[in-house]
C-alpha cells in the first residue's frame, strides 16, 4: 500500500496522476480462512481490521452480497456522539468517539472527522430532567458533556427559533467533542488497511448457507462457491434475522426502515449538529452545504431500503417549527436503510449458540458512531473469547432481564 | 403507501389511518413459564425477509385491531384477518401459496 501525502499528490500531479494504485484488491475466495466477517459494513471491517491490527491475525475475509459500505454504512447521516446514559454504552461508544478522534491518522485515510459539538435539544420539562441526568451520568463516566440553556443554544446554532410554538427550547445536552465523519472514507479507509495487512474482502459475494458440524461452524456457503472458515463473524445489521436462521438460531432483533433526506445546496448556516428528540428529527449541514436530515423508523417491518413518504413529511414538518428558514429549501434526495431494533435499543456483540459463531448487530438507528470502538470489541471477542467492553452487550441478556435500556434516554437515537 | 383493508368495517386504509401491532401470532406463557419461554414470547422475533404475519389496528377508523399477511421485501399484501385467531385462516394460507409456493413462517405453512 502505498501511503497518501502531500508529497504522494506532489508526485502524481508532475506525472498525470498515472500511479495511483487501486485502494484495495478484489480477490477470488481462496478455500480456507481463519477467520470470515460477513457483511463488508463500518462494523465487519472494522472487525477484520482490529483482527489484524490487535491480534495479528490476517488470514481473513470479508464478504459482502454487494458492494463495500453500501449497506446502512453508506446510508446514514453520520452523527457521532457519546452521551449515552447507561455506563456499558458510554464506555463503547466514547471509545468508539475518542478512535475516531485518531482515524484519519491511523488509517492514513481522510475520513474528515468533524468534531463541531451535538446538542440534543430538550423541548419538555421532562427532557430537560432526563439530560440533566443524562449530564450526570457522562461526568462520572467520564464523557464530557454539558446541560446548557436556551440562549446559549440560540448562540450556538442562530438559525433556531427557541420560542416555540409548540415546543419551546427549554436547553439541550451539548458535547462539545461530538460531530460527524464522512461514512464512506470510513468503510474505504477501512477497507484499504485491511486489504494492505493481506485480508481478502471480496464484494458480489453472498453468504447463502452456514455450514456446521454439529454445533461447531466449518464454513459458508457462497454465491461464489463454499468457503472454509475456523470462526465466523455475523455483522449484517439489517440481514441479522436471515443470518442467525442459517446459523440455527434466533435473535431479538427486528427490522424496519429508517430514512433520511438532503437538501439544495445553501451557504454555510450551521455549523453544528442539532438533534431535536421529542419532534423527531435532527439535522447537519454537509461540507457540501446541504442540509442533512432524519427521523423515525417506520412502524413496520420491511427489507425494501425505501420508507413511507408520511414520515418524511412529519420530520420535516416538526424541523420548520424549529428552524423556520428550512421552509423555503427544496428537497433533492431522500433514501432508506434497514435497521436492525433491539428490544431494549442496545447492540448485541456476542457468542452464539454455535460454536465459533459470534454476532455484532442490533445498532439500529445509531451505529455508525460505534465503528471503531464496535470493532475494537468484537475483534477482542473473536480473537480471546471476552471482551471488558463487549460483555454486557451479550445476547443472553434479555432471558437474563439485564437491559442496557437506551430507548427512554435516547429517543431518536442517532 | 401501504393500503390494508380493515376486515371489521371493509375500510381500504392508508397506512395513516393505521398503526402497527408488531408481529402476530405470538404464543404467551402463564405464570410458571421458564426464562427461555418469556424471552421467547416478549423478545425473539420471526423478522422473515419474505412472508410476514403482524397485528394491525384501525386507529384513526373503527378502532379495532386485526391481522394482516404481507411480504416484507415487496410490500405485497396477501390478505387481512380477523383477530380473534391464533393462526392464520385456510384462505390466507392458499393466497400466500399461490404465490409464494413453499414459503414457511413458525409452524403455519
Ligand atoms: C437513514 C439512516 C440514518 C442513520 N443515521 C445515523 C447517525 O446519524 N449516526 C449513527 O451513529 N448511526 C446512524 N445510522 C445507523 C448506522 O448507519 C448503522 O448502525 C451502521 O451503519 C451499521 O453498520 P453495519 O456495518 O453494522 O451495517 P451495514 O453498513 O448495513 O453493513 C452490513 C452489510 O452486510 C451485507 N450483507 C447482508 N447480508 C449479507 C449476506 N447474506 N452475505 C454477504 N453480505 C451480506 C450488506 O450488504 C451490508 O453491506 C443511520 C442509519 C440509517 C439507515
Ligand atoms: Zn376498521
Request: aromatic content about 10%; glycine content about 12%.
Amino acid at each position: 500500500m502505498r501511503r497518501y501525502s502531500a508529497f504522494a499528490i506532489a508526485r502524481e500531479a508532475a506525472r498525470y496522476h498515472t500511479g495511483w494504485e487501486r485502494a484495495w484488491a478484489s480477490p477470488e475466495p481462496k478455500k480456507k480462512y481463519d477467520v470470515i466477517i460477513v457483511g463488508a459494513g463500518g462494523h465487519g471491517l472494522a472487525t477484520a481490521y482490529y483482527l489484524g491490527k490487535n491480534f495479528g491475525i490476517t488470514n481473513v475475509a470479508v464478504l459482502e452480497k454487494g458492494w463495500l459500505g453500501g449497506g446502512n454504512t453508506g446510508r446514514n447521516t453520520t452523527i457521532i456522539r457519546s452521551n449515552y446514559l447507561q455506563d456499558p454504552s458510554a464506555a463503547i461508544y466514547e471509545k468508539a468517539r475518542s478512535l475516531y478522534e485518531t482515524m484519519s491518522q491511523d488509517l492514513n485515510y481522510n475520513v474528515m472527522f468533524s468534531p463541531r459539538g451535538v446538542i440534543m435539544l430538550a423541548q419538555t420539562h421532562h427532557e430537560v430532567r432526563g439530560y440533566l441526568r443524562t449530564a450526570h451520568a457522562n461526568a462520572l463516566q467520564g464523557v464530557e458533556t454539558q446541560f446548557i440553556g436556551p440562549e446559549k443554544v440560540k448562540e450556538l446554532v442562530p438559525i433556531i427559533n427557541i420560542d416555540g410554538p409548540r415546543y419551546p427550547v427549554l436547553g439541550g445536552l451539548w458535547q462539545p467533542r461530538g460531530g460527524t465523519a464522512r461514512h464512506d472514507a470510513v468503510a474505504w479507509g477501512y477497507a484499504r488497511a485491511c486489504s494492505a495487512m493481506g485480508m481478502d474482502i471480496i464484494q458480489k459475494c453472498e453468504v447463502t448457507g452456514v455450514r456446521r458440524d454439529g454445533d461447531k461452524v466449518v464454513g459458508v456457503d457462497t454465491t461464489k462457491g463454499a468457503i472454509d472458515c475456523d470462526k465466523l463473524g455475523i455483522v449484517v445489521a439489517g440481514h441479522s434475522g436471515v443470518m442467525a436462521e442459517m446459523s440455527g438460531f434466533r435473535l431479538p432483533i427486528e427490522s424496519l426502515a429508517l430514512q433520511a433526506l438532503v437538501s439544495e445546496p445553501i451557504k454555510p448556516c450551521m455549523d453544528v449538529v442539532v438533534m431535536a428528540n421529542t419532534v423527531h428529527g435532527y439535522m447537519s449541514q454537509s461540507d457540501k452545504g446541504e442540509m442533512v436530515i432524519g427521523g423515525g423508523t417506520d412502524g413496520f417491518n420491511n427489507y425494501t431500503q425505501r420508507g413511507s413518504f408520511h414520515h418524511v413529511e412529519e420530520t420535516v414538518r416538526a424541523l420548520i417549527e424549529t428552524f423556520p428558514m428550512i421552509s423555503r429549501l427544496k428537497m433533492l434526495r431522500q433514501w432508506g436503510g434497514i435497521v436492525d431494533m433491539t428490544g431494549d435499543r442496545s447492540p448485541i456483540i456476542s457468542k452464539t449458540p454455535v460454536d465459533g459463531i459470534f454476532v455484532n448487530c442490533g445498532w439500529g438507528t445509531g451505529g455508525f458512531k460505534a465503528i471503531p470502538g464496535s470493532g475494537w470489541a468484537m475483534a477482542e471477542l473473536m480473537a480471546k473469547g471476552y471482551s471488558p467492553l463487549a460483555n454486557e452487550f451479550g445476547m443472553n441478556r434479555f432471558a437474563e432481564g439485564r437491559f442496557i435500556d437506551e430507548s427512554v434516554a435516547a429517543g431518536v437515537a442517532h | 403507501m401501504l393500503t390494508l383493508q380493515c376486515p371489521y368495517c371493509g375500510v381500504m386504509a392508508d397506512e395513516t389511518e393505521l398503526s402497527a401491532g408488531g408481529e402476530a401470532h405470538l404464543k404467551r406463557f402463564g405464570p410458571g413459564s421458564s426464562d427461555a419461554e418469556f424471552e421467547t414470547y416478549m423478545f425473539m422475533r420471526e423478522n422473515p425477509k419474505g412472508v410476514h404475519f403482524e397485528r394491525w389496528r384501525h386507529a384513526n377508523g373503527c378502532g379495532k385491531w386485526f391481522h394482516a399477511a404481507r411480504c416484507t421485501t415487496t410490500l405485497e399484501v396477501f390478505g387481512t384477518y380477523s383477530a380473534q385467531v391464533s393462526e392464520p385462516p385456510q384462505d390466507i394460507k392458499d393466497a400466500i401459496t399461490a404465490k409464494r409456493p413453499g414459503w414457511a413462517w413458525r409452524e403455519f405453512a
